[in-house]
Each structure stands twice: as structure tokens, then as C-alpha cells.
């Protein structure tokens, strides 16, 4: 791709690409990442001079999306969509891409220990970090982080890779860099320290000691919506910009990151393009965790079983429209600490999000991994009830949606394509249950989700196993609609 072949259509990197400084190694370059942190970094030398660049990088998978790229001068398209209309800007704050399993880990442990890399952030979804959910503790027992662990030189997963980079740059003198998640987990920042020392802790004690010294895991609240992108979006996305990208993605207009500004080498002026800078981001987090993420997993979960493929599909049926509010309000936002901020203005936000006819967001796709995100999504919440003995209907019914969409067979009989790093463990709990309670229990006691504590609360019992028996008896959209009608 060559900014001539472009459209005026689209924004065109119109800075001095050469004179960037790649600064930031970026592990995970999916979607997601392109939509929104190679955005706000994009405005920045945009419109603010900022000489900051990237080396993307990715671990396992992806290879396509590398090469893509690198046949491209490092330059993507992020259109944004709305109702009425969709724009595109052509990114180029990207100074080479890598892929390990091609171009190899040294290459990538290199690009990691140049002496001006300052960040090393991520976006490699919650199993990326080989991590417990219900404990926030790494898996040591993991097969990759074992594997890791047996050679630490040659690592593969993303804790070993930062942990040797570290011990590289740690033996040839060099500072430390910030490493920085934009991973959609509760405390990210605190689960990405957990880790990275953990697994530096089983390599090297004064290694693990020397990081907990001189290296920061910010936290961060990121939020964009941004679908799998199909054939017809970069059908859309060529009519807009004059060739078609295959490195493209599409997203809604709005975007937000909230990051707590603890770097150990300096940092982009993110805030220049709109980002937030804060001294505790817990807040904002909790906040868009559930009620964001946790409205958008009960669609997810309830819509694909009403037969709804996309989520703006379920704010067309009343009863899921207001469930999903009321979730958010009521039993969500409760739950929440976060100050200086309308909740209700916030929960009119993500419905209008949801409305938006250009995403096309697919709930099969927000139903993926749910055994990595229901912990942070809806159960922190139903502890938080527990406590203080008030009501989570709302909550449960996301619970058992979540239960009954991994069961593998929709409500036509038809199977479900589960994705999901438990699976196996999934299809262990349904195989040895029957349907109903048995079903129930046995998923419940899955610790690695539900903890321990959870099974032994009758009041969180009982509500799951209501709302799944009726989802049984009526169904997903029936048994939404009789929900809906007890708020009205």
C-alpha cells in the first residue's frame, strides 16, 4: 500500500515516517490494538509531532496479518462506522513488523533490547497471560510456561519473552523498559506484574528482584468496539480508501483509555489525543468491565441462543434492550466505586454503542473465551451481593446463559462452535451431567471460574439454577421477555 494509490477519502499519514523512533515493542497485533492504541498514537504524530513508533509483534498465530502488513510499507486502514456514514485513516506510526515463529525470537528478543525501546505493551487476550482468572496467579503448571521454564532462553509465551528481554537488557546495562497490558482484565496492570515476577522468580530470584525494582505495570481501561472484520468490510473499506487492505479494521467512532501514568522511561502524550491519565484506573476499569463487558457477554450469551447474530440485532427486541440497562444500573453500577462520572449517561452511551447498525458485532464472537472473562464480567458483581444481600437476577441469568451456550447445542438442536482455552474441561463438566441440575453443578464446580466460595452460596445457587431451568422450559428470548416484564 502507497499513500499515492489512496483516496483523498481517507486521513493519510502526512508526518515524517521516516524520522520516527520505534519506542514501543507491541506484543499482540490484532484487531483490536490496531483500532486503538495505533490510533491514538497516529493522532499524536499526526497532529502533535510526536516522533514515537512501534515494532508490532506477534507470538503464535497471526502470521497472515505480519505479513500483510510488511508487504505494505507498515501502513493499515481503521474505518470508522457509524449509521451514517464511514471514514478511514491510513495509520503509519508502525517501523517493522515481526512475527517470531518467521522471523525468528532472536530477532524479536533484538528488537526488544534496543537501547531506545521504553514500553513493551500488549493486547494478547486474557489466556496470553497463562494465568489463573478466579486467582490472578500464573499457571506454573501450564504446559507452555513449563515448556518456558525447561528453556528460558528460548521462550514462547509472552511472560517468558518479557522476562528474557529483561535479563538481556539487565546484562548488558541497558535501563528497564514499562511493560503495559491493554488487555481487558480487572487490575491489568496487577495481573501483568504477578506474572512477569512470578515466572522471573522460577528463572532467576535475583533476576525477579531486580524487575520488581525497575519495572512498572501500569494499568490500563481501554474501550473500543471493534468487530472480526469480513469480506464485505474491506469491500467497504477499498470503496474508501481506492485498494483493498487486507490488514484493515473497522470499528465504532467512539474510543477510550483511561492509563495510570507510572512509566519508568518516558511515554507518547497519549492524553493529546484523547486519552486519560490518572493515578488509579481500578475505578474506570471496574467500571467498564461490567458494565460494559458484562452487558455485552449477557447479550452475547442470550442473543446467540434467541438466534441473534449480531448485537445490534438484540437491541431491536425490547425485552433484551431494557434486561441489558437494567443490568448495567441496577445491578452493576452498584457495585462500583468510580467517582465524577454519570452512570446513567454511561449506560445510554453503550446502548446507543449497541444500537449501531455499521458494527454488525457478532455474538458468537463476544461469547468466545467466556471461562476467562465471566469472573471479572458478572462474578466479582454477584460476590459483591452476596455481601450485601441484594439482588443479581439480572446477573444469574447471564450465568446460566453462559452454561447453557456452552452445553454445545443451541435451542434448534443445532451444535454450538465453542471457543474457549477450558474447553476441554467444558466438555468434561456436560458430558458427565445430565441437563438441568446436574448440568448446573457440574459447571459450577469448576473452580478455576467460580472459585470456591461460589457453589457453597445457596442464594447464587438457587438464582443460576432458576434462571437455567428457564431457559430451558421457554428458551432464551421468552425467558428475557419474562424478566424484562418483573422490571416494568
Not at 495505533?38 to 509531532?49: K, N, P
Not at 452512570?343 to 461469547?367: E, F, G, K, V
Request: proline content about 5%.
Amino acid at each position: 500500500m502507497q499513500n499515492r494509490l489512496l483516496s483523498a477519502k481517507a486521513t493519510l499519514p502526512d508526518y515524517d515516517r521516516a524520522a520516527l523512533v520505534p519506542r514501543i515493542v507491541h506484543l499482540g497485533f490484532g484487531a483490536f490494538h490496531r483500532a486503538h492504541q495505533g490510533v491514538y498514537t497516529d493522532i499524536l504524530a499526526a497532529e502533535h509531532h510526536s516522533d514515537w513508533g512501534y515494532y508490532e509483534v506477534n507470538l503464535i498465530g497471526g502470521e497472515q496479518q505480519i505479513a500483510d502488513l510488511k508487504q505494505q510499507d507498515n501502513l493499515y486502514t481503521v474505518a470508522e462506522m457509524s449509521a451514517d456514514a464511514w471514514t478511514a485513516r491510513v495509520v503509519g506510526v508502525v517501523k517493522a513488523a515481526l512475527h517470531v515463529q518467521v522471523d525468528g525470537l532472536e530477532r524479536v528478543l533484538a528488537a526488544m533490547c534496543e537501547p531506545q525501546i521504553a514500553i513493551v505493551s500488549l493486547t494478547i487476550t486474557e489466556k496470553g497471560y497463562c494465568h489463573s482468572p478466579a486467582t490472578g496467579l500464573l499457571l506454573l503448571e501450564h504446559p507452555m510456561i513449563a515448556a518456558d521454564l525447561r528453556n528460558p532462553h528460548q521462550p514462547l509465551t509472552a511472560p517468558g519473552i518479557i522476562v528474557e528481554a529483561l535479563a538481556r537488557r539487565k546484562a548488558a546495562g541497558l535501563p528497564a523498559f514499562t511493560v503495559m497490558s491493554c488487555d481487558n482484565m480487572p487490575e491489568n496492570g496487577h495481573v501483568t506484574r504477578h506474572v512477569v515476577t512470578a515466572y522471573a522468580r522460577a528463572v532467576d530470584a535475583e533476576l525477579a528482584m531486580w524487575i520488581e525494582q525497575n519495572v512498572t505495570f501500569p494499568s490500563t481501561m481501554v474501550d473500543r468496539i471493534v468487530p472480526a472484520v469480513t469480506p464485505e468490510t474491506l469491500d467497504k473499506m477499498a470503496q474508501l480508501t481506492g485498494v483493498r487492505d487486507p490488514a484493515g479494521v473497522a470499528c465504532e467512532p467512539f474510543r477510550q483509555w483511561v492509563i495510570e501514568d507510572t512509566f519508568v522511561a518516558g511515554r507518547p502524550q497519549w492524553e493529546n489525543a484523547g486519552a486519560t491519565l490518572v493515578a488509579d484506573v481500578i475505578p474506570f476499569e471496574e467500571m467498564k468491565l461490567r458494565m460494559f463487558n458484562g452487558s455485552h457477554s449477557f447479550l452475547a450469551y442470550l442473543g446467540y441462543l434467541a438466534g441473534y447474530q449480531h448485537i445490534n440485532d438484540c437491541m431491536a427486541d425490547d425485552n433484551y434492550c431494557l434486561t441489558a440497562q437494567a443490568l448495567m444500573l441496577r445491578e452493576q453500577a452498584p457495585t462500583l466505586k468510580v467517582q465524577g462520572v454519570d452512570l446513567q449517561r454511561y449506560a445510554d452511551q453503550l446502548i446507543a454503542r449497541y444500537r449501531n447498525p455499521a458494527l454488525r458485532h457478532r455474538t458468537w464472537q463476544i461469547a468466545m473465551d467466556g471461562s476467562q472473562k465471566l469472573p471479572q464480567r458478572m462474578l466479582d458483581s454477584i460476590r459483591w451481593h452476596l455481601a450485601n444481600h441484594s439482588d443479581f437476577d439480572l446477573l444469574a441469568l447471564g450465568v446460566a446463559g453462559w452454561m447453557r451456550y456452552v452445553g454445545g447445542v443451541d435451542e434448534q438442536g443445532k451444535a454450538i462452535d465453542v471457543s474457549d482455552p477450558l474447553l476441554p474441561v467444558i466438555q468434561r463438566a456436560v458430558a458427565n451431567s445430565e441437563e438441568g441440575a446436574s448440568r448446573v453443578k457440574a459447571l459450577l464446580g469448576m473452580a478455576e471460574i467460580f472459585g470456591t466460595d461460589l457453589p457453597q452460596a445457596a442464594r447464587f445457587t438457587q438464582k443460576v439454577q432458576e434462571a437455567y431451568d428457564r431457559l430451558l422450559t421457554y428458551g432464551a428470548k421468552v425467558s428475557v421477555a419474562k424478566y424484562a416484564e418483573r422490571l416494568k
